[in-house]
């Protein structure tokens, strides 16, 4: 704890959760990181309404997909970063083979 990126058990960190009813009935769920009440009862309403045929696809074509992206996008930017620092210890000459 601390946020100096130390190791932490999952039981240690915050979650919020929303729960979602629309007029029809339908219901949404979100469990999200931290302590933000608003993005849990967006993401629960989202839930709810990828449920309905009427909604499923245009929400997957202007949100899910687009976030779907940026998150990759951000996953390989990060395995970039980090390979780019990587050593790989079986190149290295070591005294003995000189």
């Given at each position: 704890m601390g946020g100096i990126g130390d190791r932490f058990f999952a039981g240690d960190a915050t979650l919020t959760r929303a729960a979602v009813r629309l007029t029809d009935g339908t219901l949404g769920y979100s469990w999200i990181l931290g302590r933000d009440r608003p993005?849990?009862?967006?993401?629960?309403?989202?839930?709810?309404?990828?449920?309905?045929?009427?909604?499923?696809h245009t929400l997957m074509e202007t949100l899910i997909t687009p976030l779907e992206a940026l998150r990759s996008a951000r996953i390989e930017a990060r395995r970039a970063e980090v390979n780019a620092s990587r050593v790989d210890f079986f190149t290295l000459v070591r005294g003995d083979n000189v």
């Open positions: 993005h849990a009862e967006r993401c629960a309403a989202i839930d709810a309404l990828l449920q309905s045929p009427r909604h499923f």
